[in-house]
């Protein structure tokens, strides 16, 4: 197999692990967490409607499959970039990566797949980690934060569409990442005029191209280059690449923000790690 495809999504994989900083230099420009993911996705979605022109027809014969993956697609993007701007980026990658461990759950509940003792080792690993990194025993005395919560919702929300993606192979992956991205727009734009909040647009010209930039550019790169590149080799080999993603948040946290880890987050992160890396041998 050429190298190509494992060179495109490890550089794909650093992309998304280094997503947290556009976000939160967004964010101190003045882009607030609800209305900076609606600017995002709406001029994604923009991008794209040229693109998938031709296959609209899909949007009539596939409507419950595409509205499944804008529902729980543009949720996840949602709350993984509330999570991001305002938490701790380590805490919230590592509990977002129990992605690998809802996909197994999903997978068996919903596509009857088969899951071995491996695989439940990894889902008990995983259920552990989760538990150490939100408090251990302490959680029930003190519940995790409002962003804990966004950052585990951002992960099972985000299996559960790939459950969808892996159920509809007949529809285009094109117009399900559209179908996503519309979700994000309407799901921000729900959140927004719930919330009451007014939405500034007077940033500059400098923070709008910021942003121009880091959705057209960096957004759709990562984005296609994830998947394209995972349709090019085997899945096992896939999933251990994206542990970049994980391996490169904390990284780039540790030190660009100077972010740790409390001694037993540590082994909860190393749990779900461990976990990962479980699922990710075992794939098919």
Do not use: C
Request: charged residues 10%.
């Amino acid at each position: 197999m050429s190298a190509f495809p494992v060179a495109v999504l490890f550089v794909a994989s650093i992309l998304w692990g280094l997503t947290w900083l556009p976000l939160k230099y967004l964010n101190q420009l003045g882009f607030d967490g609800l209305p900076l993911t609606l600017f995002v996705y709406l001029l994604i979605f923009i991008i794209m409607i040229p693109w998938v022109w031709n296959q609209r027809h899909y949007v009539k014969t596939h409507w419950k499959v595409l509205i499944g993956v804008a529902l729980l697609g543009g949720g996840a993007q949602l709350a993984f970039n509330t999570a991001l701007i305002y938490g701790d980026v380590i805490r919230v990658m590592v509990l977002f990566y129990l992605v690998p461990i809802w996909g197994v759950l999903g997978g068996r509940i919903f596509l009857h797949e088969q899951v071995d003792n491996w695989r439940w080792l990894g889902v008990g690993l995983a259920i552990i980690g989760a538990f150490l990194i939100v408090g251990g025993f302490n959680a029930f005395i003190s519940p995790p934060s409002w962003i804990d919560v966004l950052a585990l919702l951002s992960g099972f929300l985000f299996a559960m569409n790939n459950v969808v993606f892996r159920a509809s192979q007949d529809v285009p992956v094109k117009i399900k990442l559209t179908s996503m991205f519309f979700g994000a727009v309407a799901l921000a734009g729900g959140a927004v005029l719930m919330s009451g909040d007014s939405v500034s647009v007077d940033q500059g010209w400098e923070a709008w191209g910021v942003l121009f930039l880091y959705a057209a550019v960096w957004m759709m790169i990562a984005n296609f280059a994830t998947q394209w590149a995972v349709t090019q080799m085997e899945t096992g080999r896939s999933s251990i690449i994206v542990i970049m993603e994980l391996v490169t948040a904390v990284v780039s946290a540790s030190l660009i923000l100077g972010e740790t880890m409390a001694p037993v987050e540590m082994v909860g992160g190393s749990f779900i790690l461990l976990a990962a890396l479980i699922e990710a041998s075992r794939a098919k």
